[in-house]
């Protein structure tokens, strides 16, 4: 008995290190993280700027920060750009990595040197976001290459201004979110196919389904609850879409703030201190992501058991 | 299965026809990734006169002429390679060995909270930080932090993604077994995290030190917000600089070439270690 007592005294004392070693991550992420959480939604009921040499405020003022950005159309705008860019990007992203990933993990196909397209494919994700935004700025100004190419072969007789329509600056804009992120998808869903049970295909190979079918039949049904995941992650990650368009418009979002995204206006209105404006705009984004983060916890934990 | 061919349905492609297929998307999607960077390194080693008559895919032979323009222009880019790769470096080796140390925390002790706190990183991993970037930007000028690295590199102890990369990783490489064996030994708790648990965590640290310095070298939004001096700032703030109103009045060739510099660090890293780094995207959101 006094033993048994002894050892679990002795567990005791082993477990209390698992709070020591804990120590260093809630004592940061209170700071850094929760205290700004809180700060960012006291200063949204605030009326807080700066007119001229002027300072308004800090004045509480309830919900009229959140009434203004939806009623004068800022939010509504500027969620309806993200979500047009996000979107645009997002269905060329799924169905290539769909793809993509099908092929690589079809063993009858037997893709050579995968590992070298896997490695290309990939590359794009790990670039400066942006730099290549700077790149593509370049590449595409009126006088860049991509014009003066489109000139020499004579498909156009005057430099297009990519940045000058609204058609063609989201595009830009999707094409880039695209190409950084289809191949961190078809890497994902080629991870989630090669779990599949290979004798499902097998089986179906016998029965002379064909590979479409398999496609459709197996391999898109069992891979649901992955391409949910990657869906929501890649939306969270829609939803905080900077670098790209703020630098190609140099943080105008022009042309007629067609191309200025949610955080876009975020960084604006930390930059003019307008904290009121700016903490609704945060406190609108943190509800967006925290209940679409609901669903990627339900994933994580369900892998868990 | 040798004779798999024979198997092949009929009704379906033929699986030569599929093959040839998807060697050509294949081929033309590396194109598509491949393209922008042959047109950096071209116009890298182009003259501002070159680059303003036209276009060519030959490389020309001012690329070392270019790099010394930057060398001494208006925009500090090797102090920024200089600033982002401190920063960069100490964020990443904070983040990985403390992230390691909260997974382990919540692996191997059995405590009261240890369910919440679990709960409560799992529940936080999605939220970006540019939702809280008004408080902390705040929060840092009350501390006096503004201006200065350190808001960059101590948030990085407080990671979710990572510590929950380390956290699956330990479920399948750290056995319960080895930590018994290490106290049974006497071996102290501090000690046995450092000096047995770290080392068998070798191959899961170093892709999280890729991806966080990766993640840290390439951000732009916090350090924007964060530095204000020109010799402090970062590689992303310098390069957001050269698209400023005055664009045109930059020397285009050392345009291309900081660029260059920008990425090259991580595309040189990146093609040496590019098997882990590839291996190691699927393992933290998916597993198999």
């Known amino acids: 008995m006094a033993k048994e007592k002894k050892a679990t005294s002795q567990v005791v004392k082993y477990n209390k290190w698992g709070y020591i070693f804990l120590i260093p991550f809630v004592v940061v992420y209170s700071i850094f993280q929760l205290i700004p959480l809180f700060t960012t939604i006291y200063n949204s009921f605030f009326e807080n700027y700066r007119s001229g040499l002027k300072q308004v405020g800090p004045n509480f003022v309830g919900f009229e920060n959140f009434i203004t950005i939806f009623s004068n159309g800022d939010i509504p705008k500027y969620f309806s750009n993200t979500m047009v860019m996000w979107i645009a990007g997002f269905i060329p992203q799924i169905v290539i990595s769909l793809i993509l990933a099908a092929w690589f993990a079809d063993t009858r196909l037997r893709i050579k040197a995968s590992g070298f397209f896997k490695t290309v494919i990939y590359m794009p994700n790990l670039i400066m976001a942006s730099a290549f935004a700077m790149l593509f700025f370049t590449l595409f100004s009126d006088i860049g290459p991509i014009n003066s190419m489109l000139q020499q072969m004579g498909i156009i007789s005057e430099p297009y201004k990519f940045l000058g329509h609204t058609i063609s600056a989201r595009t830009l804009v999707a094409f880039m979110n695209c190409l950084m992120w289809f191949g961190n998808t078809t890497i994902l869903l080629m991870a989630g196919m090669l779990g599949i049970d290979g004798a499902l295909f097998e089986a179906a190979q016998v029965d002379g389904a064909t590979s479409t079918q398999v496609f459709f039949k197996i391999t898109l049904p069992l891979l649901r609850p992955i391409l949910v995941y990657v869906m929501i992650t890649s939306l969270i990650g829609g939803l905080q879409m900077f670098d790209v368009p703020q630098i190609l418009t140099n943080g105008e979002g022009n042309p007629m703030r067609s191309t200025m995204t949610m955080i876009m206006y975020l960084n604006k209105h930390l930059y003019s201190k307008n904290y009121g404006l700016g903490g609704a705009m945060s406190v609108f984004l943190f509800i967006i992501t925290g209940i679409l983060s609901i669903f990627v916890f339900k994933f994580s934990t369900q892998k868990e058991n | ?288």
């Open chain 2, 1 to 288: 299965m040798p004779n798999e061919e024979y198997n092949d349905v009929e009704g379906g492609l033929g699986i030569f026809a599929r093959r040839v297929i998807a060697y050509v998307v294949l081929i033309l999607l590396t194109f598509l990734c491949l393209f922008w960077f042959y047109l950096l390194f071209i116009n890298s080693t182009r003259s501002h006169a070159e680059l303003t008559r036209g276009f060519t895919l030959i490389p020309s032979k001012f690329l070392v002429k270019n790099i010394n323009g930057v060398l001494h222009g208006t925009q500090p880019i090797f102090r920024g390679m200089l600033n982002s790769f401190i920063v960069a470096t100490t964020a990443s080796v904070l983040c990985v060995y403390f992230s390691a140390m909260t997974a382990y925390a919540i692996y191997v002790y059995d405590f009261k909270a240890k369910k919440a706190i679990f709960t409560f990183i799992l529940a936080v991993m999605m939220i970006p930080t540019q939702v809280t970037a008004l408080g902390f930007i705040k929060l840092i000028t009350r501390i006096g932090m503004n201006d200065s690295f350190l808001p960059l590199i101590i948030p990085a102890i407080a990671a979710p993604a990572t510590f929950y990369y380390m956290h699956q990783y330990m479920e399948s490489a750290l056995p319960h077994a080895i930590v018994e064996a290490a106290r049974i030994d006497g071996s102290p708790e501090w000690k046995t995290f450092n000096s047995i648990s770290l080392p068998i965590m070798k191959p899961a640290i170093a892709v999280q030190m890729i991806f966080c310095f990766v993640a840290n070298w390439n951000n732009y939004f916090t350090p924007a917000l964060v530095l204000h001096t020109d010799t402090k700032k970062t590689l992303p703030i310098l390069i957001a600089q050269l698209r400023s109103a005055d664009f045109l009045k930059f020397d285009m060739g050392q345009v291309y070439v900081s660029i260059a510099l920008s990425i090259a660090p991580v595309i040189v890293v990146y093609l040496c270690l590019s098997r882990y780094i590839v291996g190691g995207v699927a393992v933290g959101s998916v597993k198999g």
